[in-house]
């Protein structure tokens, strides 16, 4: 008995170890990695709060490319041949910290090599790093083409000379890189139309690095970001302890990976002052869609309904897509509830060059319920209608007072909406019109409520990053 108890716990301890040195079988990736992965983007940025997993998700692409191990759901970037890769940190020993120690286990622990992203049985061969205790100079890893691939690891610190030289596929910089380590990471990749990806949070601020991805996204580019409340892992408790060690200035980078910009926020806003659960909306409350047009950026779309009694406005559900065509916006639209008036900007008049008709047009013959007039703010009291004029402090106020005396309030699962506000900036006291689609849209709802209007009829599917049923 003796005998089968200790070949019992021996075979447990061997599932233990070949479970520990090789975590990549069981990786789940939550919603947020899953979309940074199965990007196809020359050029990524995982913008991120702190101990939401950023690094780990970063090691972990770096373990499929190397391996071409990728799994089934994997849609993103592949190497079907070894690559050349580099992985790279602020200093020597923040790279072995987190690099090295994400890829390949703990750098002072010899027994835990194997038990980061990379599988043991992988792990041809590593060469030390001189000069640095416990740290690797590379790492080979077996392909399952057959060949091997290499990672370099790299530090900001040994200058932009040591990051030359070399044609590379893949690069993984974790913490912001200066302009010139990033300019060199670009032009190691470019030949081979390879890949650059950052995992960081902005501690820095809005430095030129960041400012690139946050106001201009260039073809090739693409931001992702996360926060506390994309990581199932940060509990209340946890996150509680991290927030009373912080200073107040440093909270909102830190949760929610926003950085410190400038000349601050537009909406400095709490968002657990604007934001609540969906709710089955009633249906005397009426009912407007702001549209904003797009091509290169993203036509948006915003719904909103008003409760009058208490003068609240709810933004509900919304819309981004970019590069399609009006039928594709217009159906979209008309699934949210045909009836629901649409209010557009003036750009809405301007002819198509194919057609020679204007976009409003267009969106008219598809069946979409468009206002008569394009958007303009209130009038004054006894002018028209139309003469308010189309300010966008205006607008920017209005919802700003609206957040302040918590008589705006949008639906928890409108991330895209939530995202835009986070980054929404000013600079020398001017507001950055860039990556504001969404709050165009909300902006053009809040300030033409007496466009709304109310229809009762059959229930309607939302279309948001949580399905919720809500009432027209």
């Not at 479970?19 to 940074?36: C, S």
């Not at 030390?128 to 091997?148: D, Y």
């Not at 081979?192 to 260039?218: C, D, H, R, W």
């Not at 006291?429 to 709050?439: E, F, L, S, Y």
Request: charged share 25%.
């Amino acid at each position: 008995m003796n005998e089968v108890l200790q070949r019992a716990v021996e075979i447990a301890k061997e599932l233990e170890r070949r479970k520990a040195t090789n975590r990549m079988v069981d990786y789940e990736p939550y919603v947020y990695q899953k979309k940074f992965h199965n990007n196809k983007s020359s050029q990524r940025l995982l913008m991120a709060g702190n101990r939401v997993g950023k690094s780990f998700c970063g090691a972990m692409e770096m373990a499929y490319h190397v391996s071409g191990k990728y799994p089934t759901w994997w849609e993103g970037r592949r190497f079907t041949r070894p690559i050349r890769a580099w992985a790279g940190g602020v200093s020597n020993e923040t790279t072995r910290d987190v690099c090295q120690k994400e890829l390949v286990g703990q750098p002072d622990d010899p027994s835990a090599k194997g038990t980061g992203t990379i599988p043991l049985n992988l792990i041809v061969d590593t060469v030390r790093k001189a000069g640095v205790p416990n740290a690797l100079n590379s790492v080979v890893v077996k392909h399952v083409s057959g060949g091997n691939s290499r990672i370099g690891f790299k530090a900001y610190e040994m200058g932009k000379e040591k990051w030359m030289g070399e044609s590379i596929d893949v690069i993984w910089l974790d913490e912001e890189p200066p302009p010139s380590i990033y300019s060199q990471a670009l032009t190691r990749t470019a030949d081979k139309g390879g890949i650059v990806y950052m995992t960081f949070t902005p501690e820095s601020g809005m430095t030129e690095t960041v400012a690139q991805f946050v106001n201009k996204l260039k073809d090739g580019q693409a931001l992702f970001t996360a926060t506390w409340d994309d990581a199932p892992h940060m509990t209340k408790e946890v996150r509680d302890q991290i927030l009373q060690a912080l200073p107040p200035h440093e909270r909102k980078m830190r949760e929610k990976g926003i950085p410190q910009l400038g000349s601050g926020l537009v909406f400095p806003i709490n968002e657990d002052d604007i934001i609540c659960d969906p709710i089955d909306i009633p249906i005397h409350w009426p009912r407007l869609c702001g549209l904003d047009f797009g091509w290169d950026h993203p036509t948006a779309s915003v719904w909103t309904a008003w409760d009058r009694d208490s003068d609240i406005v709810y933004i509900y559900d919304s819309y981004s897509l970019r590069q399609e065509t009006v039928p594709v916006h217009a159906s979209a639209i008309k699934s949210r509830g045909k009836w629901i008036p649409v209010i557009w900007p003036m750009d809405g008049r301007q002819a198509d060059k194919g057609s020679g008709k204007n976009l409003t047009e267009q969106y008219r013959q598809e069946g979409v319920n468009m206002t008569r007039e394009h958007f303009s703010n209130p009038p004054s009291q006894g002018q028209k209608d139309g003469t308010g004029g189309n300010s966008v402090e205006a607008g920017v106020m209005e919802i700003l007072t609206r957040m302040q005396t918590k008589r705006l309030k949008i639906f928890r699962n409108q991330g895209k909406l939530l995202e835009e506000l986070r980054m929404y900036h000013r600079k020398d006291g001017k507001i950055v019109p860039a990556n504001d689609d969404v709050i165009s849209a909300m902006r053009y709802c809040v300030m033409s409520l007496r466009k709304a209007r109310i229809k009762n009829t059959e229930p309607l599917q939302i279309h948001s990053d949580s399905e919720f049923n809500i009432f027209k």
